[in-house]
């Protein structure tokens, strides 16, 4: 099997999100995506600069969503899940899990970024989902640890094979998001980082401390709160307790 989307490639790109959103104002698209060798502005959530070294994965799906914004907000859980099967095909002794809500990671080395963004309205609704995925390079200076696929594997992967791998894994996880959301979160929630643990979670200027309890219908993190009250969060930056 091999990805249904057709692929549009840059040597050099300031990011493949910003080059789907103009694509997405310019309108008139098909689904498909888009991949740089390198990206001069690579970003990611919270417009953090994401490092873009050639040899790594950096590709946009965009594509229209009749399911509007209740498919939208799974894309990110489907995006981390893809990435997730990808390493299992390369490196299936690696315990890949997810740091809530996409932040895929083995032994708290970070392998890849996920920035979704959507648009328009109605029939026009759109979503460009960015995936940079490290696959010959772990960046370093990033702030936190990093992992590569090929560190991983113990050998030099082919770009192209792992791409395709990582195509068709998402455009599948898509599927199942369409669906509907309590398949995708059960497989989420089979590799969640921290599950059950105490983890501290930042929301805004504040930290908010309590056990990683579980995953609510829409995708919102369930913290146990000492004081046996439950909290739940809709955003905010996860890290488990005495680790980054």
């Not at 950096?58 to 997730?84: D, H, K, M, Q, Y």
């Not at 390079?137 to 594997?153: D, F, I, R, W």
């Not at 898509?174 to 983890?199: I, P």
Request: hydrophobic residues 40%; charged residues 20%.
């Amino acid at each position: 099997m091999s990805a249904n989307w057709p692929v549009v490639r840059f040597s050099e790109i300031d990011s493949t999100n910003s080059e789907a959103k103009r694509r997405a104002a310019a309108g008139g698209f098909q689904d498909h995506w888009i991949v740089a060798d390198t990206q001069t502005a690579g970003r990611g959530r919270q417009d953090r600069v994401w490092s873009s070294p050639v040899g790594n994965i950096f590709t946009t799906a965009l594509f229209s969503e009749a399911g509007g914004i209740n498919v939208a907000l799974r894309v990110p859980f489907s995006a981390a899940l893809a990435v997730v099967d990808t390493v299992r095909t390369y490196a299936p002794d690696a315990a890949a899990r997810v740091k809530w809500p996409n932040d895929v990671r083995i032994h708290q080395q970070k392998i890849s970024g996920i920035l979704v963004e959507t648009g328009g309205s109605g029939r026009d609704f759109w979503v460009a989902a960015g995936i940079g995925i490290n696959v010959a390079y772990a960046p370093e200076n990033v702030g936190q640890g990093a992992t590569c696929l090929n560190q991983l594997s113990g050998r030099a992967l082919d770009f192209g094979a792992v791409l395709s791998t990582f195509h068709m894994a998402f455009e599948q996880r898509l599927a199942q998001a369409r669906l509907g959301f309590d398949s995708l979160r059960q497989d989420w929630l089979s590799v969640a980082e921290g599950r059950g643990q105490e983890v501290s979670v930042r929301v805004g200027e504040q930290y908010v401390q309590g056990q990683f309890e579980d995953l609510e219908a829409d995708g919102a993190l369930r913290l146990r709160l000492p004081d046996g009250s439950a909290r739940i969060i809709r955003a905010g930056e996860v890290n488990l307790i005495g680790q980054s």
